[in-house]
């Protein structure tokens, strides 16, 4: 498959295919003129790219998931450990929602008398303070 083949087939751009080539994510099998080309399974590598970055991994951590050959190879414990990240981000988002909604109904007269408003924002306190320390 060319390049142009490539990118119909799968939506990603040829500058993010060449980016994700460099990164060693995918290989070319050669080329045709001045376009690559890639073997059919460069679709399922894409596919897995894409699993992958909407679960949140970096693409280092994606690199790490194919073997020499560009076959997955998928380190089990960093799909839990990487689910048990998502339950903790899941948690904290649905608190900062409840949050928020309570404070959008809330009948104090201004929202900083609302007990619960007070909470949100030192938690949101705490955490901006932990991150510009670099902790988490």
Same mark, same amino acid.
């Given at each position: ?6 990118v ?16 060693g ?7 045709s003129?001045?376009?690559?080309? $890639? ?17 949140? $991994? ?7 998931? $194919? ?49 619960? $408003?007070?909470r949100?924002?030192?938690i ?13």
């Amino acid at each position: 498959m060319d390049i142009s083949e490539v990118v119909r087939h799968s939506g990603v751009p040829a500058s993010t295919l060449r980016y994700y080539e460099e990164k060693g994510l995918i290989a070319s099998t050669g080329r045709s003129g001045l376009k690559r080309l $890639f073997a059919p399974s460069v679709l399922d590598q894409l596919a897995l790219i894409a699993l992958g970055r909407s679960a949140g $991994f970096s693409l280092d951590e994606i690199g790490q998931m $194919f073997d020499a050959r560009g076959e997955p190879s998928i380190d089990r414990q960093a799909l839990t450990a990487k689910a048990d990240e998502l339950d903790r981000t899941i948690r904290k988002l649905s608190a900062m929602r409840d949050g928020l909604r309570h404070a959008a109904r809330c009948q104090a007269p201004s929202h900083l008398e609302c007990g619960q $408003f007070r909470r949100l924002m030192k938690i949101a306190s705490t955490r901006m303070k932990q991150e510009k320390g670099g902790v988490r």
